[in-house]
């Protein structure tokens, strides 16, 4: 029976390749799917046994059939009771093709023949039709991952690298955190790049299939490490277009440290490839940089005052506070930071610094001691200040100290850290 019900299932993933879902479901929910889908019971058999005329059955058998799967509308439901034989039946049949894949291979090379005979594309063919299968079942099989690679990187053909991608795609719809999955879509974007020299749609798409998989599992670093390795990727008006759209997202998912980790990735990528632009227009493109830093700045201050007690938030703040630090200083051979002498620059560091200490001065006053939340943003509004007073350039440490004295920064943070407060005392003397 295991035999015939991987014969089912492949040849319903043959017939509709645009499946976009998977799901593993008890028998007992099968009816209820039919209920919700609007479909009758005939309607839905039909669906389930596309291949069923393909194989003899009886009418018992034909009527057990029809729980085995469920496909409709692009979604493929398996069910649960049925996942052990699929599995081994599928492990064993790509396993045999592989092996006589790996003779077929030697024996061409004995023969020194290098042109792909009619039994190897066959093998070919079943190769990629039990791995699919079996990857299906077992998002970690490395060996069908490797040999699908294997298989496709002969062609080269475009169509097969998308493929590859709405495959890796359906994995990764009910194994979100598989790294196996994730690094297959990486070497197929990596080898498209090498037939393809525009990727802006792709990269379009899988940005967004990054932000929906987010939406459904919280803090997956591994889907957020893909949508940043594909800023390499992007050329600057796409960079642009990403943090732009990103920030509605952010804005919902501020406790997300993942999505303000992308975002600064973007930001540096902003940085580097304005040090690569020619003399004639470097100059607008600084000032462009300069404003996006302090648009990003201000956003993240109104992020900071709304949602109180975030770590995530500050955490990015000193990201972007740093980058404007770099913006302003120079290091020396002593490693050592001097500030860039100009009246301009002085004028405009001392008023981000003053608008950094009115920000914690805002942030270190419990305003409620019963909401946990407003200590929570005094403690990190005071290791902000301590993180800043070590950053900030020699010549401006001095400004620095005159101002925290000023505001009396040092008893109310005292207040809010007091198993810190001989590390405050040490930084304010």
């Known amino acids: 029976m295991a035999v015939d019900l991987l014969q089912q299932l492949e040849d ?8 976009d879902e998977l799901g593993f479901i008890h028998p007992s929910q099968f009816d209820l799917l039919n209920e919700e889908s609007g479909i009758s019971c005939n309607l839905s058999d039909e669906a389930i046994c596309q291949s069923t005329d393909k194989i003899a059955h009886s009418e018992q058998s034909s009527k057990q059939e029809t ?16 996942l052990l034989p699929l599995y081994r039946d599928a492990k064993q049949a790509f396993m045999t ?34 791995s699919r299968s079996l990857l299906l079942l077992s998002c970690d099989f490395m060996t069908a991952w490797n040999c699908r690679k294997l298989v496709v990187s002969k062609k080269k053909q475009y169509s097969m690298f998308v493929n590859e991608l709405i495959l890796s795609g359906l994995v990764l719809s009910y194994a979100p955190k598989s790294e196996q999955a994730w690094n297959h879509r990486r070497w197929v974007i ?26 459904r599992s919280k803090m997956n670093y591994r889907a957020w490490n893909h949508r940043c ?4 990727y992007m050329a600057r008006e796409q960079v642009l277009h990403e943090l732009k759209k990103s920030r509605s997202w952010a804005e919902q998912h501020v406790a997300d440290n993942c999505c303000f980790h ?7 990528k902003i940085l580097e490839t304005s040090s690569c632009l020619d003399e004639t227009v470097s100059f607008s493109h600084t000032v462009d940089i300069d404003k996006a830093w302090k648009d990003e700045l201000d956003w993240n201050e109104t ?36 500030f860039k002498e100009t009246d301009r620059n002085y004028q405009d560091f001392s008023t981000f610094l003053e608008n950094e200490l009115c920000l914690i001065d805002y942030c270190s006053t419990v305003v409620d001691n019963e909401f946990a939340d407003y200590e929570a943003q005094a403690i990190y509004s005071a290791g902000y200040l301590l993180w800043l007073k070590v950053q900030v350039p020699k010549p401006m440490g001095n400004e620095l100290l005159q101002k925290m004295r000023a505001i009396d920064l040092k008893t109310l943070l005292e207040k809010s850290y007091p ?11």
Request: aromatic share 10%; proline share 1%.
């Open 190 to 215: 990596k080898s498209m790049s090498a037939i393809c020299s525009n990727l802006k749609e792709i990269l379009e798409k899988e940005s967004e299939l990054v932000e929906k998989i987010a939406e």
């Open 303 to 338: 992020l900071v005052k709304r949602y109180v007690g975030r770590e995530a938030l500050w955490l990015y703040r000193r990201f972007l506070s740093l980058c404007r630090i770099n913006h302003f200083a120079i290091e020396s051979g002593d490693a050592s930071h001097h």
């Open 419 to 429: 198993e810190r407060s001989s590390l405050f005392n040490y930084f304010m003397s």
């Open 97 to 130: 093709a592989f092996k006589q894949s790996k003779t077929c291979s030697k024996q061409s090379n004995e023969d020194g023949n290098c042109v792909p005979t009619s039994s190897s594309r066959d093998l070919e063919s079943i190769l990629m039709r039990h």
């Open 262 to 268: 992308y975002r600064s990735r973007l930001m540096l």
């Open 12 to 19: 319903i993933l043959e017939s509709d390749p645009l499946i």
């Open 229 to 232: 390795w594909l800023i390499s």
């Open 67 to 82: 729980m085995y799967f469920w496909n409709r509308d692009h979604k493929l439901g398996i069910s649960t009771h049925v």
